[in-house]
């Protein structure tokens, strides 16, 4: 048995999550799933910046598609490092388009 | 003259206008301090918006985009780099900035949307030094996402407010070790989700019932010193200990903006967003400050409509 | 060789500098930090005191007098904030009410006008919002505030128009003589000057004593403050004193020029001149003892505590002198308060004090003696209109609390003694100084300095030298994930 608080929405359920994924204390069908997942398989959307220049702003912000595994936050962070981007540039736009073998890109989440 | 002004162009100011457009008004002015629309939610670039009102989950940059898209398909006006300096219980608005300079702008009707701000140290009443180094929490989090600069690299958060533990997580993304969040109350400030996602994750230890009594440091921050507190919110002796730092964050709460109304005479009810001058309305966090903004953009619509119902019925009297 | 060196640029640096900068003379003043009224005259009451309470035939009773009157003369001519407000001191029991009277007559033989001693009900009258414990008042009218910032600042900005230099960050390290003078050795290299004015505040001993054998001590003597919202402001309109005691004039609350409302000092030794910290002991005491005065005064409406550092000699006076045995070298030592009051008139009497030692004080002819500021806030809808369409960097607001519009600070950066930190831009403008304590405009005031410096934004300062704001960009910074 493991012990979750639900991070889904903003309630924060208290999930119990048994051995074989039984889920019990969520209050929606996303937080069931998301406690048989985080115990077996965390996975987070990460959000951070890449340089731009021309723009507003030195700065645009980005974030991972969807979610990757937790484990692979440092190393989803670094391929950011040397990014650098020139204005204008559209929401969505692919700035990594392979995290780490996940086939789960960076995008941008505006435009600039 | 218009119909409508909107004072804040962030997630508030926003609907407000669009909700007033939608019912009929057509003469409608944003004005908006900054250099675009969107507010605080630019510097916002976590996700966890937008699961009420649209179904999915957004970053803040893409919950402001969707209204700020919207917008363009209206005729609404905005005043960019323009701050609003006075209003009048007669729906005069002072205005000064790149677009009119300084003007004086009479309206049909006003929304109050200028959010809020974050508690500051001096309310704290921290002893100890005060050198470089302490920063409120979006005021760090506008440096590292909008402006692309670290405030610091070893930090302590003081509160458990969402801005802290969001900025907990994010700067821990960008290379500085954060060595506490400190709570003075005996549970978490924020949403879980946060605690959990900004905490849990990078293994911060979280300090509740303590609270920072003493800030070293003489030219930047040097240590902080952390100390337990009682039921009645008062530092135990001999609990304290130092911690090594060169930055503090401020994450202590959440003040709505309400100078503007209150320096005109206008009172404002929290629980309502009529105020007490005829056809001033406020919403969002000026209004009170809420947990997600989803729910601002709620009020907003109605804040608008609210609006547009006041200066229709006007013109029928006319 | 230049006539004069005035060595701290603090209140009493400042005035002997615009003070000596009506002559024909060459004048440089080495300030150790990177701004000028940075020592005791950063952190006080900001009171310049009517002058009931000094010993009469003292130094001090003679120069606040004389530097009150002074100081109104100059608030006027170089546009400097202040308020006529007046002051209560309050006597809480027979005991006191005695002490009101010695005041009284201690003030009229030192030249001070108007005073009187008022019974309980027409103090209450006047403040509704003191004490009902309050027994009498001895009311003084010629008492003021002042911005000892802009104060200091004006008075140095004027002694560089006329022709003054002031060479910051240059801290004075010994002093040599030379024939006809003397060589001070800086950070910074060497000046020489036929004459010198220790002006050094905090320091002063040490200055003195490198170049005359030790005559007295200063012990830095901390006071702790509360600065309240505006929303406080209006609480009481004059400055409320306690009854004096042997640790000077006692906790006030007072109205400050910019509407906030001010409550302190207590009177702690520090550890050392540079110990500004405050401590939760002191606060509390200021807090009470506050309270006894304006019960009412509510606290979380703090912005800001702060410290400040008196300069209390081992002498029961200013010193105002010659050091023994060196010639044209004039210790102004020992300015505890009222020194911010006494300030220009200390200044005249150093002037006095080099021409006994034979510095020649020729008047120009083209002594600049007025300053006028643009301030934004206190403009009319129509001026403010008419400014903007002229200029359009007075229509762009950067800090919203105080009103301080873009115009102001660039202003600011273009005048004589620029502000080279964010807090330098706090001191001369306002902006940062409101409630929010400069969360939002602090990123833009930051940006304006890196501009006009052309600067990398991490080196801009929140202050002092050291106090950077910003340690790097972001990305490519080593992880320190668990």
């Known amino acids: 048995m493991t012990n979750i608080i639900c991070i889904i929405c903003p309630k924060g359920c208290n999930l119990i999550v048994s051995e074989n994924g039984g889920t019990i204390g969520h209050s929606c069908a996303r937080g069931e799933i998301y406690g048989r997942e985080e115990r077996i398989n965390p996975v987070r959307i990460v959000t951070s910046t890449v340089k731009i220049s021309g723009a507003v702003h030195s700065r645009i912000p980005v974030k991972t598609k969807t979610h990757i595994p937790k484990h692979l936050i440092s190393d989803a962070m670094r391929l950011l490092d040397d990014v650098e981007l020139t204005a204008p540039v559209d929401e969505g736009f692919t700035v990594i388009a392979d995290i780490c073998g ?11 | ?124 009443g921290i002893p100890g030094t005060r050198p470089a180094g302490i920063f409120t929490a979006g005021t760090a989090q506008r440096y590292i996402n909008i402006e692309g600069f670290m405030p610091g690299k070893r930090v302590v958060i003081l509160g458990s407010g969402d801005v802290g533990l969001i900025m907990a997580r994010r700067m821990t993304l960008e290379g500085a070790e954060v060595l506490a ?53 008062q530092a135990v002796k001999g609990t304290g200990f130092a911690v090594d730092c060169d930055t503090i964050l401020l994450s202590a709460g959440l003040i709505p903006e309400i100078e503007l109304p209150t320096a005109a005479g206008i009172k404002i009810d929290p629980k309502n967003i009529e105020t007490s001058a005829p056809g001033v309305f406020i919403c969002g966090n000026a209004l009170r400050v809420h947990d997600i903004v989803d729910n601002v953009t709620t009020e907003a619509l109605r804040a608008g409509s609210a609006a547009a119902a006041f200066v229709l019925s006007e013109k029928i009297h006319d | 060789m230049v006539d004069v060196v005035i060595i701290g640029c603090g209140i009493v640096g400042a005035a002997a500098a615009y003070e000596l900068s009506r002559y024909k003379l060459n004048i440089t003043v080495l300030e150790r930090e990177n701004d000028v009224a940075m020592g005791s005259t950063k952190a006080n009451s900001a009171v310049i005191h009517a002058g009931y309470d000094p010993e009469p035939g003292s130094l001090m009773a003679r120069l606040n007098a004389e530097g009150a009157r002074l100081a109104d003369e100059l608030c006027d001519k170089l546009d400097i904030p202040h308020k006529h407000c007046g002051a209560l001191v309050l006597a809480f029991s027979k005991r006191e009410e005695l002490l009101l009277e ?95 004015i220790n002006a050094a505040g905090l320091y002063a001993d040490k200055i003195h004593n490198m170049v005359s054998e030790p005559a007295f001590t200063i012990m830095p003597v901390k006071g702790e403050y509360y600065l309240l919202d505006k929303n406080e402001g209006a609480r009481i309109s004059q400055v409320i004193f306690q009854c004096p005691t042997e640790e ?147 229509g762009q607001v950067i800090c919203r609390c105080e009103t301080v519009t873009e115009g102001e600070i660039r202003d600011a950066l273009q005048s004589p003694v620029p502000p080279r930190s964010i807090d330098g831009v706090k001191r001369r403008r306002g902006a940062g100084m409101g409630r929010c304590q400069g969360g939002f405009c602090g990123p833009r005031v930051l940006e304006l300095l890196a501009a006009h410096y052309k600067r990398h934004f991490t080196e801009v300062l929140q202050d002092g030298a050291g106090s950077h704001v910003l340690v790097s960009e972001t990305k490519r910074n080593p992880l320190c994930m668990n």
Request: glycine content about 10%; some cysteine; proline content about 5%.
């Open chain 1, 102 to 112: 996940t086939g789960i890109p960076w995008v941008t989440t505006r435009g600039m």
């Open chain 3, 102 to 196: 010695r005041l009284l007559q201690n003030g009229i033989k030192n030249g001070v006008p108007d005073l009187r001693i008022l019974p309980r009900e027409l103090v209450l009258e006047m403040e509704p919002n003191l004490s009902g414990e309050v027994a009498a008042a001895l009311h003084v009218p010629s008492t003021m505030v002042v911005d000892p910032w802009e104060y200091t600042l004006a008075l140095a900005e004027t002694a560089v128009r006329n022709g003054a230099e002031i060479r910051l960050e240059c801290p004075a390290e010994g002093i040599t003589r030379i024939p006809g003078g003397y060589r001070i050795h800086t950070g910074k290299g060497d000046v020489e000057a036929r004459t010198v």
């Open chain 3, 248 to 394: 000077g004039k006692g906790v006030l609350v007072a109205p400050t020029v910019h509407g906030n409302l001010i409550a302190g000092p207590n009177y702690v030794p520090s550890k050392d001149c540079g110990d500004f910290a405050t401590t939760a002991g002191g606060l509390a005491f200021v807090m009470k003892t506050a309270r006894k005065s304006v019960p009412e005064i509510n606290f979380d409406a703090n912005i800001r505590n702060f410290a400040g550092n008196r300069a209390i000699s081992d002498y029961n006076d200013f010193i105002i002198s010659e050091a023994k045995g060196a010639k044209g070298f004039i210790d102004l030592a020992g300015i505890k308060s009222p020194g911010l009051s006494a300030a220009p008139a200390i200044a005249k009497m150093a002037a006095g004090l080099l021409t006994a030692a034979g510095l020649h004080l020729t008047l120009k002819d083209n002594f600049v003696d007025k300053r006028k500021r643009i301030r934004f806030l206190e403009l009319t809808p129509d001026e403010r209109k008419a400014l903007v369409a002229a200029d359009p960097a007075y």
């Open chain 2, 181 to 233: 969040c400190v709570e003075i109350m005996p549970k978490p400030g924020g949403l879980l989700r946060n605690v959990v996602q900004c905490l849990h994750d990078f293994n911060i230890p979280l300090y509740l019932s303590h609270t920072i009594t003493e800030i070293r440091g003489s030219k930047r921050v040097e240590q902080a010193v952390v100390s337990k507190v009682d039921e009645k919110r």
């Open chain 2, 1 to 124: 003259m218009h119909e409508l002004i909107v004072i804040g162009g962030g997630p508030a100011g926003l609907a407000a206008a669009y909700g007033a457009w939608r019912d009929g008004l057509r003469k409608i002015l944003i004005i908006e301090r900054d250099k675009e629309l969107g507010g605080i939610l630019n510097q916002c670039i976590h996700t966890g918006f937008g699961l009420e009102y649209f179904k999915e989950e957004l970053t803040g940059p893409e919950y402001a985009g969707r209204f700020i898209k919207l917008l363009q398909t209206t005729q609404i006006e905005t005043a960019l780099d323009t701050m609003a300096l006075k209003i009048t219980r007669s729906r005069e608005v002072h205005a000064s900035g790149k677009q009119f300079g300084y003007a004086v702008l009479p309206a049909k009707s006003v929304i109050l949307a200028m959010g809020c701000r974050e508690r500051a140290l001096g309310s704290l």
